[in-house]
């Protein structure tokens, strides 16, 4: 082989630093879920806690076009429950705690959704 | 081993087949974990419904654009709509222009004073044909099966096909986020403001159709502007075009607009 030994310290450099991350976070405290305030008044979300946690994303796209394009503007939830589809007068009805409860865990998660660009929250005009 | 062409391209097809299914069984899998097994979607029990949402403006019963400013005002509370003074860059959902520039089909220049100095109401036409929706690559914009042209700012890429297309002004272009120009108490807490670099335009009041109450224009006219079902022939529109004689705006261009002027 040409140049073995840049060619072998460049291959070492590149595999620490690539696996630096994995190495630097090694042993350290798992990932904690943040906690987030949940509506004092309100037990039951229109789906259960775990589908709500993972899917949320997923039911408000289904909830916006079902709303818009098919003008079908009441939820029927697994339960049987009804709910008005809008995020603004539905889902930030009960969770109004913006930066406790959505800005919170995005965060963590660091996502950075845009729905309020558009959308109100509760703290008004941000 | 000595493959022949056709064994390998047998084998081939296949694979690739096999690969795709496998592929499309995968992601259509993962489509129904994202809804929720036995709910569903229905219209609510208020929803007013029709077949083919038109309006009726009688343009006699107004005696100048001061008449049509509270109609303004009641529009552009409901959605939040920005007034951008002295600029080019103002949003309008509902505003007034001279006959010349509303209905060019028909200058005249020996129009009667009356209707040449009378300022006429204008939106969006609510097309059956709409010429935005065949324009817009996104289906940001679209028809429902009521007739009203709708909108998806979701989706809304600010490209602007929608504004050259549409033969009526009635699309406004977000340049600045609108909310600089809104006070800092939204007028209308129940319902969204749009972003920068969205086109935005009236949406005959679909919200308000959709818990049974007619479009905030329609409201603040008092009977002055009529409101339904052009499908249905005892509605009040159809009565009233069967009464008066009533004119669109462009009806050359075949967009058969939904808004009727009654002059």
Sequence with gaps: MYNAKAVIVGAVIFAVLFSSPFWLNFGKDDYKRPDVVLPKNEKECVEPVEYMRAEHMALLNQWRDQALRNEKRVYVSSTGKEWTISLQNTCLKCHNDYANFCEKCHIANSVYPYCWTCHITPEGKK | ?263
Excluded at chain 2, 235 to 242: C, E, F, G, N
């Design chain 2, 1 to 263: 081993m000595n493959k022949s062409r056709r064994s390998f391209l047998k084998v081939a097809g296949l694979s690739a087949f096999a690969l795709s299914s496998g592929v499309a069984a995968l992601s259509s899998t993962a489509q129904a974990a994202a809804t929720m097994p036995g709910s569903s979607y229905k219209m609510g029990a208020a929803a007013l419904k029709a077949k083919r949402w038109a309006m009726v403006i009688d343009t006699r019963a107004f005696k100048g654009p001061e008449d049509y400013q509270p109609l303004i005002d009641a529009c552009h509370k409901a959605h939040n709509v920005p007034t951008i003074k002295g600029s080019n860059q103002n949003i309008k959902w509902f505003w007034l222009d001279k006959f010349d520039h509303a209905f060019p089909d028909d200058i005249n220049a020996y129009q009667a004073a009356g209707i040449k100095e009378r300022m006429f109401p204008l939106l969006c036409n609510h097309c059956t044909n709409p010429p935005c929706v065949r324009v817009c690559p996104t289906q940001a914009t679209y028809q429902m099966h009521d007739g009203i042209v709708a909108m998806d700012y979701h989706r809304c890429i600010g490209c602007r096909f929608c504004m050259a297309g549409c033969p009526y002004g009635a699309r406004s272009f977000n340049f600045m986020d609108p909310r600089k120009h809104l006070p800092k108490e939204m007028p209308n807490p129940t319902f969204p403001t749009r972003m920068i670099g969205v086109v935005e335009k009236c949406t005959f009041c679909a919200e308000r159709l959709a818990v049974g109450q007619m479009p905030a224009c329609v409201e603040a006219a008092g009977g002055r502007i009529l409101f339904g079902d052009l499908d249905d022939p005892n509605s009040d529109v159809r009565h009233a075009l069967a009464e008066n004689y009533s004119i669109r705006r462009k009806p050359n261009l075949g967009t058969q607009p939904g808004v009727y002027y009654l002059i």
